[in-house]
């Protein structure tokens, strides 16, 4: 399974784009890179999923290299309510399975 | 997107007790439905899965006599975790996907917070 890399903790002013990165050098080339974030003491909430094109939806925006290594979940316009653990999952070609690393700790910021 | 649900929300029970978890997907059918748990300040740890209308496809260390899985319906998975003791205690999460393929992303439940005292 393809590993990711995620800083541990993060902070952001509210207003401001928060970036939040993942590395995923050894993804391989059918593998979809999605993006979950849980909010504390609640399930975890989709965000995106991507494979090699940029994808945008209401929520947030996902930047993928194009060698596919690395990606960016963008939150355009950050509120206090975004302050949750995100993570970035590469989803193994022939699973279902989704395999949680231990995320960034996004704390949004008055 | 898709509402998944899960009774109880808090459960305290004694040890050596079993509880039984649910997991419903309210508004789409679900042909895969998983089971996680997480410990405080920990990352979401994949016990199991499992498939409408077959045995649950246990994750490597997670004991299958202890954690009985049954998804009897396209909406409805329940966990049962049997003779609890109080290192069962934790937040248990299910999610559920309808459909094949990496297109369809999972939803998750609200979690079930289980303390055996």
């Known amino acids: 399974d393809a590993k990711t890399t995620q800083p541990t903790s993060m902070d952001c002013a509210e207003g401001r784009a928060a970036n939040l990165p993942c590395n995923h050098s050894t993804i391989s080339g059918n593998e979809y890179v999605y993006w979950y974030r849980q909010i504390h003491s609640q399930g975890p909430q989709y965000i995106i999923h991507g494979l090699k094109n940029n994808e945008t939806n209401e929520m947030a925006s996902l930047i993928i290299t194009e060698d596919r290594k690395s990606s960016t979940l963008i939150l355009p316009h950050a509120t206090l309510r975004d302050t949750a653990v995100y993570y970035c999952?590469?989803?193994?070609?022939?699973?279902?399975?989704?395999?949680f690393g231990t995320g960034t700790r996004l704390q949004v910021f008055p | 997107g898709a509402v998944v649900s899960q009774h109880p929300s808090r459960v305290i029970c004694k040890s050596g007790t079993s509880v039984k978890i649910e997991c419903r997907s309210l508004?789409?059918?679900?042909?895969?439905m998983f089971w996680y748990r997480q410990f405080p300040k920990k990352s979401l740890m994949l016990m199991a899965t499992?498939?409408?209308?077959?045995?649950?496809?246990?994750e490597q260390g997670v004991e299958k006599d202890k954690f009985l899985i049954n998804h009897a319906s396209l909406t409805l998975s329940t966990l049962t975790v049997t003779s609890a003791h109080p290192e069962d205690s934790s937040f248990y999460i299910c999610?559920?996907?309808?459909?094949?393929?990496?297109?369809?992303?999972?939803?998750f439940g609200p979690g079930t917070r289980l303390t055996v005292l």
């Open positions: 999952i590469v989803r193994p070609l022939n699973t279902d399975k989704l395999i």
């Open positions: 499992s498939n409408e209308g077959s045995k649950a496809t246990y």
């Open positions: 508004d789409f059918q679900a042909t895969t």
């Open positions: 999610s559920a996907r309808s459909g094949r393929g990496s297109y369809n992303e999972q939803f």
